[in-house]
């Protein structure tokens, strides 16, 4: 059977009609598909989309918060805060910075320094960051930039909070100083959990107490929500959180007590230590030479860089916590109270002293040509008699002698509150086991124990090491742990925190051993080495003088001004005044200052002076001149 | 007389007007006029603009639903040899801008013939298989496809793979409806999904890059992801009823791109939410169920696959264009009908809707 034309029509416009059915069903599904996308969108994921809305529109402008100031135990500032405008450029904003520095200096001055200061902060810096290239604007020179703003897409004019050390190079060991924030400060401040605090900071504590109590006087940063546009200009301020200022500390340094003991090392090298040895609070704490810390705030000029990096002094040298020294014969009372407390000598029990000690075939002598003769405990310490400390060293053995300078703190750190403190070396048997690595360097010789006794060998210890034991010994063997910070205080609620009140331990020490270590100390001011530096003083004081060799003179007669100075011994002194009720203990350490008595006891005399007395010192100390046959 | 005269007139002027196509098309329109304004009032603003546009594309839709689709049928020969002229001397001589050539300057302005195939590509389709109606073989189909290839490659060739899809569906449309075997569309898919490798070695770098940053936008969170991200936050963070006409964040700060015209639908996503986005989505349903429905009753060959096409270009348009502001599919320039700000794309979509009008108000005429 034929199919009629119409049929043929008809079945042609079913099937096209079923086409349009599956069409419509296609595009039915599609935009199902569509509803379902947004359903997603906008119910199952909007709380996210909102939260990126958000972000998109709110940015948060931190404020950074005013640093903590840092006064010390009589209350004179030593760290402030001052704002001053400051002309800064965003390189990532700025098409040529040449051209652009170029243009700036048409309209306020910019000295060649500026521009070299400002490349080092280009090396150092991420692009997306601010960079000073002027600071300290005066009103006009602002004035002049604002009216010329619009020539420089990228530059700005900032209002910066600058730290300031009103007292320059006073105490800068000890307080360090902040600068910009460089990789390996971020990762501290990502370790600190401190990346949101410090979105508005650029500077950071570097050294001493900037950076030791970094955390602490930083403060809180504010932020300031402000909607903003695609192009990241801001619409309207939208709510304002302040920032908190960073807590201020107060110290138990006394600025004047220091100013005085650096103005006694004059221009020597060396290093001075004073405790209060009731608390472990450090009233002076000095490294010679200083330096400037304001020269660091807003960047350090590359000559003044190299000038403090490549001085013969090493001005950046903390040598009070870093320079780590044999203590010669400052070690002595510590080596006599040892035997007492061992019960290896008693202080009536005396030696004859030939000039030298026989050990093992080796001839150790002592300074004295001849010989001190009869010597008891008192005369050793007194007169610093050599042979008496072979002896006992010998005796002691060096595991004993180990133990107890380790008792009291000597070659540990000592936990004050300034980063990368040295350790110094206590010599031991198990110390030359880690120390080298060939196993006949390893072992220890019955007579490398000898010139220990006398401080000298392997020992090494930093002066804040030898000032914490002589304040420990000057407290009757309560120990505290050197501490710069007296309390911080916090900037909200006027809360003081105290710093190490407690002590850190109570050596078993028996107290008429003491008393005759203090006794025999006593005796070094009144009628031995120390006796020239301190005549006259007005007040009782304990002493022991110390020169450590620095260069080996073997076979031949020391004469110290002769010999080259880098080559001449370090000269010690350690001290506690007053004797019946010490407020103060002292190590001082003069690098290649020859003998204690000479060139360290004076600086001691001075510093006494000073905090016992009130008595201002006319001018540097100055070398006795006529060394005495000691040590 | 008088009010003889005007009841005439109003007789006149609704005639040939499809009443739901014109319904529909108006709500939209109010939809889009309402949107533009919210996208531009901040700086300059183009609704009037935008409402001037619709009353041209309203007289082209009223004119183009008088004339009889055997008319249009003239023009479908013309039309399509002029489209394709003009895309070969784009080719030729066309004014590069932005890395693409589209444009063909004419004197004091300048024209994108692409534009005219989207009307000419199916218009000249459905006139091709009306004439072989009677006899439509496998060589008929092959030239079909010949014939919507050549403007196709020309204008993917500018690079505008935007309106080359465009093009390129509403022709195949055409074909299909006019009866494309089954087995050849399966073939077809079959074979463009092997032929996908080797696509991507002649696809443009912005091509592979729109296309890469669909799959993974934060690849290029600053480049071409950052469309896709700030459009997908604007529509995400519209939630179910949106932030309010005027009040969308994401528009007003200006983080979302191009957004009066191919973004608007983040725009209105965003102030109107999933409700408004249901009566939009609900909207063009309809208006591609009311062509559908038009064409399902249509009487010629001619008008039945011309009006298929049409109606599902509007589909194409609306699905292209929400699925790549929504992050579905790959940016392309595609315009939301009604709703983008645009003189020409609106001018057009008013042509197709004329064309529907026509072909639904003529279809007794034909018949008889």
Known sequence: ?631 | MFLKLLQQFRSRLVEHIDGPLLAISLALMLFGLATVYSATYDANNRALSQLLNMLVGLAVMWSVAQLPPQKLMRFAVPLYVVGVVLLVLVYLVGVKINGARRWLPIGFTRIQPSEILKIAMPLMLAWYFHKYEAALKARHFAIAFLLLLVPFGLIAKQPDLGTAILVGAAGFYVIFFAGLPWKVMVGMIAAAASAAPFVWTVLHDYQRKRILTLIDPTTDPLGSGYHIIQSTIAIGSGGSFGKGWLEGTQTHLEFIPERHTDFIFAVFSEERGLLGNCILVTLYLLLIARGLMITANASTLFARVLGGSISLSFFTYAFVNMGMVSGILPVVGVPLPFMSYGGTALVTLFLALGILMSIQSHRMLVKT
């Not at chain 1, 950074?64 to 805060?81: S, W």
């Not at chain 1, 500026?114 to 692009?127: A, I, P, T, V, Y």
């Not at chain 1, 010139?451 to 090491?465: D, K, V, W």
């Not at chain 1, 080259?564 to 010490?582: C, G, S, T, V």
């Open chain 1, 1 to 631: 059977m034929r199919h009629s034309p119409l049929n043929t029509r008809d079945s042609e416009l079913d099937r096209f009609r079923f086409r349009i059915a599956i069409a419509a069903t296609v595009v039915v599904a599609a935009f199902a598909l569509l509803i379902g996308r947004f359903v997603y969108l906008q119910i199952v994921q909007h709380d996210y989309y909102t939260t990126r809305a958000e972000d998109n529109r709110i940015s948060l402008v931190p404020i950074a918060p005013n640093r903590g100031v840092i006064v010390d135990r009589n209350g004179t500032i030593m760290a402030r805060n001052y704002s001053a405008f400051t002309l800064e450029i965003t390189p990532s904003k700025v098409d040529d910075l040449d051209e652009t520095i170029d243009g700036i200096a048409k309209v306020i001055e910019i000295l060649p320094k500026d521009r070299r200061r400002f490349r080092k902060l280009l090396e150092e810096s991420k692009s997306f960051e601010s960079l000073p290239i002027r600071t300290r604007l005066t009103d006009e020179e602002v004035a002049r930039f604002a009216a010329n703003r619009y020539l420089f897409p990228g530059v700005e004019v900032k209002a910066r909070l600058f730290r300031q050390y009103p007292l320059g190079p006073i105490a800068s060991h000890a307080l360090g100083y902040i600068n910009r924030i460089n990789k390996s400060d971020l990762e501290t401040i990502e370790k600190n959990d401190q990346e949101a605090n410090y979105k508005g900071t650029d500077h950071i504590g570097k050294t001493g107490l900037e950076q030791k109590y970094e955390f602490a006087l930083h403060g809180e940063t504010g932020y300031e929500e402000v909607e903003i546009d695609a192009g990241g200009r801001a619409v309207r301020s939208l709510a304002r959180t302040a920032p908190v200022s960073g807590n201020n500390l107060t110290l138990t340094l006394d600025t004047r007590l220091q100013e005085i003991t650096e103005k006694a090392f004059g221009d020597r090298r060396g290093a001075l230590v004073a405790i209060e040895p009731s608390t472990g609070g450090i009233l002076a704490l000095v490294s010679t030479p200083t330096f400037d810390p304001n020269l660091f705030v807003d960047g350090i000029r590359s000559e003044d860089w190299d000038l403090l990096n490549n001085s013969p002094d090493r001005p950046m040298v903390n040598r009070a916590l870093n320079g780590a020294y044999p203590p010669g014969s400052t070690f002595k009372p510590f080596m006599a109270l040892a035997a007492l407390e061992l019960g290896k000598r008693t202080p009536g029990q005396t030696i004859s002293d030939p000039g030298y000690f026989n050990f093992g075939g080796h001839q150790f002598r002592d300074d004295k040509k001849g010989g001190h003769g009869l010597v008891d405990m008192y005369k050793s310490i007194v007169a610093s008699c050599d042979t008496y400390y072979y002896m006992l060293a010998n005796d002691l053995g060096i595991d004993n002698i180990a133990r107890f300078m380790g008792s009291i703190g000597l070659g540990k750190k000592t936990g004050v509150d300034i980063e990368g403190e040295s350790e110094g070396v206590l010599p031991s048997p198990e110390w030359k086991k880690r120390r080298f690595k060939r196993p006949e360097q390893q072992k220890w010789f019955a007579g490398e124990t000898i010139s220990i006794g006398i401080g000298q060998g392997y020992n090494a210890y930093t002066p804040i090491q030898l000032a914490q034991a002589v304040a420990t010994v000057a407290n009757d063997g309560v120990m505290f742990r050197p501490h710069l910070v007296r309390y911080i205080t916090d900037s909200r609620t006027g809360e003081k925190t105290m710093i190490e009140p407690e002590p850190l331990r109570k050596l078993p020490w028996k107290q008429q051993n003491i008393d005759f270590i203090k006794k025999a100390m006593i005796g070094v001011n009144r009628e031995g080495t120390g006796a020239r530096a301190f005549a006259g003083a007005g007040y009782e004081s304990g002493g022991k003088t110390g020169t450590a060799q620095v260069f080996s003179l073997k076979g031949s007669d020391y004469k110290g001004g002769k010999l080259k100075q880098e080559l001449r011994d370090h000269a010690l002194f350690i001290a506690f005044a007053p004797a019946d009720n010490p407020k103060i203990a002292l190590a001082v350490l003069v690098e290649n200052g020859g003998f204690g008595a000479q060139s360290a006891a004076p600086i001691a005399r001075m510093v006494l002076d000073y905090y016992l007395l009130g008595k201002l010192p006319k001018g540097p100390a100055k070398d006795d001149e006529t060394p005495e046959e000691e040590e």
